[in-house]
């Protein structure tokens, strides 16, 4: 089971982290929004593509056999994996037929979910993130704190000293000198792996293309030189026309980084053909289910499933901002990692995801495709305490305070005399301005939050003693 | 697992796909919003839209990526933009660099290696500056279509370190709209990427890194 809330002290506490979030969010957020004001026709394209996702995912079945039948054509293989298992599965067995000993990665939230690396591993499969911010999280054999931005919890500092300590990176606090150190390295392992594993961002129906959106044209080079490219998708990427991607993109690139574009969109339809010099001569698409079709099933639930991953409801949340991503325990994080996980896990696994949001609306606001979270939120919320109610059918104790509380707030005065006893009750139990009740359920509840003590006048009395005031 | 997915979206009320794309901008100098974005980005913009400039911006190039060779895509590249003909004169390249030509019309007195044939990673790898053709370029974000067809690769725009692309203004696009209506995907090769600007990374605090994997440079020659 994960706990976030056995991990948000230690976050809070820990001012590096503190400090790296504030600085990295803020800019990101700025740029987004930067980026976002240049579009007058943001809502417009906002609704445009939430309604090709509602179309898409209501027809899902019938997209993705459309796909399937493209890349066939077009000399590719499609692999269903129902589940993370049957996908890593896949990965490892073409490795071992090819005896392939070094994989190149581009970044993949998919391989993190379904845990590839660790198999790999296993399997003594070396498996290289070619990312720069996956690879750093990889060196520091730590999880990606956020989906866009991998090492985004950590400073160059940081960054720095691990270069050093791993790589034997001469000493340099300099990002430039990181970056060359990695591309140097990088190379080396381009020119030598013999498969490319990749995630995919759109998948399109009618021609067949996945698309990969990345800026540093790591993706480029491994899906050009290794002789094998496998490409990883969650069934919900699938969208039905080329024509769409001119929405899609403008609204992920922007909502993502705040750039216009990125650096390099690939479009890629199966193989490499006759006549082309390079390219990978395999082709595989796996199409992974892993509990999405269950989401599927549920016509609220559903739009879970139009998440484009573009990180935005991330950079806004009030909660991710001071915790950061790996207090959620989970490979997705924030807003979008709060409804995804608990789904695609189960609740009895995630019960405290569907927590971790003041509900602020923040995160509704800032989704490029209109993904409704905190309701979503509020749904799952509701699933938990109904779980938890069936369990405890009992709960008396819980039932009688709400019930004398609903008599105490039906009459005016009865509400003032509780006020004038509670704040007799409070003077023993008042520090600074704050009740300390050490005991059941109020010592539960102010743990993680603080009770103000009643102010000594009402607002009623306030309101009446200014009034016999001329 | 199909049979789950169908049985899971079966009585999904869906919404029609729609139909009418939002609008996407126009301009009225679609070569300026090009010119402009592509600089956002770090991209380097030369106009040889009069054949006559097309050495001086070669030669320039070539400084700036400090490359004494190029190598070029494929020939067609040279009809597409008229480069023969307006190349022909050996001065234009008197100017330090010239090192060889190779097993390519030696009358140019241009360095060129071409790819067909002797397409070797290890001498990829060792180029410092190479030139391709774009299929599309579009002005709203200042990017350029690259297209991999029989005969060429998807190696040689990536892996040099400095990379060139000559861009014919029919080509240019207004926006994405008409970009992705008019997008060839899949039907002459097996990969198309769109390239804006250089490489880049900000996985270090946010912090903007032109040049990670792919090139550090990009330079697009508009010729008309
Ligand atoms: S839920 Fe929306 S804002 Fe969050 S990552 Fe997905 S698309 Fe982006």
């Known amino acids: 089971m994960i706990r976030i809330s056995a991990n948000t002290q230690a976050a809070l506490a820990d001012q590096k982290l503190q400090r790296n979030l504030r600085q990295t969010l803020s800019k990101t957020l700025h740029s987004r929004n930067e980026a976002v004001s240049d579009v007058p026709n943001w809502e417009e394209l906002r609704q445009y593509a939430r309604d090709v996702k509602t179309h898409t995912l209501s027809r899902l079945a019938d997209y993705l056999l459309e796909l399937e039948g493209k890349v066939s054509e077009q000399g590719g293989r499609v692999i269903w994996a129902e589940t993370g298992q049957e996908a890593v599965q896949f990965v490892l067995d073409l490795a071992h037929e090819k005896r392939v000993a070094k994989i190149v990665k581009g970044k993949s939230m998919l391989s993190e979910e379904i845990h590839l690396n660790e198999s790999l591993e296993r399997a003594q499969i070396e498996a290289v993130e070619t990312d720069l911010g996956e690879y750093i999280v990889q060196l520091a054999t730590e999880a990606p704190s956020h989906i866009i931005a991998p090492a985004l919890h950590k400073s160059r500092g940081e960054i720095a000293d691990l270069f050093v300590a791993k790589l034997g990176m001469a000493p340099s606090q300099d990002a430039v000198e990181i970056t060359k150190t990695a591309r140097k390295l990088m190379r080396e392992h381009f020119l030598t792996a013999r498969i490319g594993i990749t995630g995919v961002n759109f998948a399109v129906a009618e021609t067949g293309t996945i698309v990969i959106v990345e800026n540093e044209a790591n993706v480029r080079l491994s899906v050009s030189v290794p002789e094998i490219h496998i490409a990883l998708m969650g069934i919900e990427k699938v969208i039905p026309r080329t024509s769409d991607l001119a929405v899609f993109l403008k609204l992920l690139v922007r909502s993502a980084t705040g750039q216009t574009m990125s650096s390099y969109v690939n479009f890629l339809n199966g193989p490499r053909r006759n006549g082309e010099l390079d390219g990978p001569r395999e082709f595989y698409l796996v199409l992974l289910d892993n509990g999405r079709s269950k989401i599927l099933a549920d016509d609220f639930l559903r739009q879970t499933l139009a998440c484009i991953r573009c990180g935005a409801c991330l950079n806004v949340c009030p909660v991710y901002q001071r915790i950061g991503g790996h207090a959620y325990g989970s490979t997705y994080q924030g807003p979008i990692g709060a409804i995804l996980t608990p789904q695609l896990r189960s609740l009895e696994e995630a019960p405290e995801h569907a927590y971790a949001s003041s509900l602020c609306g923040a995160c509704y606001e800032v989704c490029p495709v209109k993904i409704e979270i905190p309701h979503i939120l509020l749904r799952l919320r509701e699933k938990v305490q109904g779980e938890k109610n069936q369990k405890a059918a009992h709960l008396p104790f819980e039932k009688l305070a709400m019930q004398v509380w609903a008599w105490v707030m039906c009459s005016p005065s009865r509400y003032a005399r509780l006020g004038r006893w509670l704040r007799i009750l409070q003077k023993n139990f008042e520090e600074n301005g704050k009740l300390k009740l050490p005991f059941p359920p109020f010592n539960r509840w102010i743990k993680h939050r603080d009770l103000p003590a009643l102010p000594a006048r009402s607002f009623k009395e306030l309101y009446s003693s200014s009034e016999k005031q001329p | ?224």
């Not at chain 2, 234009?92 to 290696?113: C, D, N, T």
């Open chain 2, 1 to 224: 697992m199909l049979e789950k997915v169908r049985r899971a979206c079966d009585q999904a009320e869906g919404v029609e796909l729609p139909g009418q794309s939002p609008q996407f901008p126009q301009y009225t100098d679609p070569v300026a919003k090009f010119r402009q974005e592509l600089e956002r980005t770090g991209g380097v913009f030369f106009d040889a839209r009069q054949p006559k400039e097309l050495p001086a911006v070669l030669t320039s190039v070539m400084k700036q990526s400090d490359s004494t060779e190029i190598y070029w895509e494929d020939e067609q590249l040279f009809q597409r933009h008229g480069l023969p003909f307006t190349l022909r004169n050996p001065e234009a390249f008197a100017k330090g660099f010239l090192v060889y030509s190779f097993h390519f019309r030696q009358e140019m007195k241009l360095p060129i290696l071409l790819n067909s044939k002797r397409y070797e990673r290890s001498e990829l790898a060792r180029v410092s500056l190479s030139a391709s053709s774009a299929g599309l370029g579009v002005a709203e974000t200042g990017s350029v279509v690259h297209e991999v067809r029989s005969g060429a690769g998807r190696l040689l725009s990536v892996l040099p370190p400095a990379h060139v692309v000559f861009l014919s203004e029919k080509d240019l696009l207004m926006n994405h709209a008409e970009l992705f209506r008019s997008l060839p995907l899949g039907q002459y090769g097996s990969a198309l990427t769109l390239v804006t600007g250089p490489s880049r990374t900000a996985d270090i605090e946010k912090t903007l890194v032109i040049g990670v994997h792919g090139p550090k440079q990009l330079f697009v020659i508009l010729t008309s």
